[in-house]
């Protein structure tokens, strides 16, 4: 026993002599380790880490120790007895993100489990060139660990600015959408989210009442956010919101800003439309007014559908969500950031998705947009055995909408009505002339024809 302390004790202490950072994580990924380069890499954020669980997600909403030890997650490869090679991450006080490249080796592999992980980090920090130039996979596919360091990155500006996770993409439309989702949550105008169901309407919504107050993006400092289902809208109910937000408002501090959500904005009755005018035109000037519908209501006004009066209050900002299958390059990013989000819930910690699961997913036409991409990744995520999502981990309607996809399309025929036509009167004609022996006078009589009539036909047809 003595001896076993004094060979533990020199381990101590030649880790503590290395001069790159070093931690070690048990099986179920706790840190039990932090050498001494580590704890002046990790400064005060080093104090309670020990003893945490290190998942392997890149959610910005823990704080403190918690917050630290999922900037050090390992990717979930390594619980597979495979060397990894990832980035870890330490938000600073002032949020900037420090990373270093780091070394992941597993300990005690015997095809079944791994005992721990020593993790062996880079000298220096990362600098912008080396995030750009390492987190590929050798392929034009970005695999999973380079999904992960894109998402945790995106996130953390994303809290830090306006809380809008799901507006994670590189598209155009998405670049636009940002920028009116930093320009409203700074404001107190109006704004309208047009996008179809299941495209992240409620979530932003709320990202932007609660990202008013920038500098806490977990604030407290925000009034209620109140919904109200406008498909259920009727006068009495109305009333009795109308009562209830009005209430509310006296209630509240002047200084804490209310916010007032109809949802399905555009399924307003027109008889309560108006009635609605009256009450936003004497409510507080505090209280903002949000509003989902599945196309611009300006557009509907012009149409005749909706209250031109409304439309134009409700409209002051209007953001675009597009379909998912409208932004299909997103996919892999979106995919991953459910995942990591079941991750930081559960137990199972899941690497990402394989490349051939990708492609499925790719293939299916996503009529319930963001809604059901998440309801997808947490099935697969419960069902998967490995450390990645495999095609067969995927929902059944899946491989059905990939078999179908698969399927050549039937050439639909179409009819020329005139040659079909002609080709039975050709054999009628044909068949009349064979039974009368040739006499026309006779065939033109069984056809009920005259015989020029019938004549004019036969030169018409190519017979005579």
């Known amino acids: 026993m003595s001896s076993q302390r004094v060979n533990t004790t020199e381990l101590v202490k030649l880790l503590n002599l290395a001069g790159r950072p070093i931690y070690v994580l048990d099986e179920d990924l706790?840190?039990?380790f932090i050498n001494r380069a580590c704890r002046d890499w990790l400064g005060a954020a080093a104090e309670g880490l020990l003893g945490l669980c290190c998942a392997y997600h890149s959610s910005p909403a823990s704080v403190g120790a918690d917050a630290v030890a999922a900037g050090l997650c390992p990717p979930p490869r390594v619980l597979s007895g495979e060397c990894v090679t990832a980035t870890v991450s330490l938000a600073t006080k002032d949020e900037t993100l420090v990373e270093r490249r780091a070394r992941f080796l597993p300990l005690g592999f015997d095809g079944e489990d791994v005992l721990g992980i020593v993790v062996v980090l880079d000298a220096t920090n990362q600098s912008s060139a080396d995030r750009g130039n390492s987190c590929g996979t050798g392929t034009n596919e970005p695999g999973p660990i380079a999904l992960h360091e894109h998402l945790r990155r995106f996130r953390r500006e994303a809290v830090a600015r306006y809380r809008a996770n799901r507006l994670v993409g590189q598209g155009p439309i998405m670049q636009l959408a940002r920028r009116q989702v930093e320009l409203a949550a700074a404001s107190q105008a109006n704004v309208l989210l047009v996008g179809p169901p299941g495209s992240g309407r409620q979530h932003l919504a709320a990202a932007i009442h609660y990202g008013a107050n920038l500098s806490t993006p977990n604030s407290e400092s925000a009034g209620p956010l109140t919904p109200l289902d406008c498909s259920l809208l009727g006068v009495d109910l109305l009333d009795a919101v109308v009562a209830a937000v009005a209430r509310?408002?006296?209630?509240?501090?002047?200084?804490?800003?209310?916010?007032?959500?109809?949802?399905?904005?555009?399924?307003?009755?027109?008889d309560v439309q108006v009635q609605l005018m009256e009450f936003f035109a004497r409510r507080p000037p505090r209280h903002r007014l949000m509003a989902s519908a599945s196309e611009p209501l300006n557009d509907l006004a012009r149409r005749g559908k909706f209250n031109a009066g409304l439309a134009a209050l409700l409209s002051t900002i209007m953001i675009e969500l597009p379909p998912l299958a409208e932004r299909r390059e997103d996919l892999p990013l979106l995919a991953q950031l459910?995942?990591?989000?079941?991750?930081?819930?559960?137990?199972?910690?899941?690497?990402?998705?394989?490349?051939?699961?990708?492609?499925?997913?790719?293939?299916?036409?996503?009529?319930?947009?963001l809604d059901e991409l998440a309801q997808v990744v947490a099935q697969s995520h419960q069902r998967t055995a490995g450390p990645e999502i495999s095609?067969?981990?995927?929902p059944q309607k899946i491989h059905l909408a990939t078999q179908v996809a698969a399927q050549p399309r039937r050439v639909e025929e179409t009819i020329n009505l005139d040659e079909y036509l002609g080709r039975i009167e050709r054999e009628l004609i044909r068949r009349a002339l064979a039974r009368a022996k040739g006499n026309k006078a006779r065939a033109a009589r069984w056809l009920g024809l005259t015989r020029p009539r019938l004549y004019r036909r036969m030169v018409q047809l190519g017979l005579e």
């Open 30 to 32: 706790t840190v039990v």
């Open 338 to 369: 459910f995942l990591e989000e079941c991750n930081a819930v559960g137990t199972r910690q899941i690497g990402g998705f394989s490349q051939t699961a990708l492609d499925r997913l790719d293939a299916y036409s996503w009529p319930g947009n």
């Open 391 to 394: 095609p067969e981990d995927l």
């Open 248 to 270: 509310e408002t006296i209630l509240d501090e002047p200084a804490i800003p209310n916010s007032l959500w109809l949802h399905r904005g555009d399924e307003v009755p027109v």
